[in-house]
């Protein structure tokens, strides 16, 4: 899904749950939600040690991959 310009607050909410629905499933949905409310979440620390077990390589492949996933 492209979108060239920002959307409202409501439509992000939407179409991020519905993204997390179809990925996880409804379950896992209410899990990760509640894990992330539960617990104090730092997004900006959590994206600074999300690929430290990672090479450049690897990161670069899974990009790679998730570019023709998107794409198909």
Same mark, same amino acid.
Request: aromatic fraction near 10%.
């Given at each position: ?24 499933? +409804?379950?896992?949905? +209410? %899990? ?6 539960? +617990? ?5 620390? *959590?994206? %600074?040690?999300? *690929? ?13 991959? %998730? +570019?023709?996933? %998107?794409?198909?």
């Amino acid at each position: 899904m492209r979108i060239d310009k920002m959307r409202t607050d409501n439509v992000l909410r939407v179409d991020a749950m519905n993204l997390l629905l179809k990925g996880l499933g +409804e379950v896992e949905t +209410e %899990r990760f939600i509640y894990l992330i409310k539960r +617990e104090h979440f730092d997004y900006t620390e *959590w994206q %600074r040690t999300l *690929w430290d077990d990672l090479t450049i390589e690897e990161v670069y492949k899974l990009a790679a991959d %998730r +570019e023709k996933e %998107r794409n198909k």
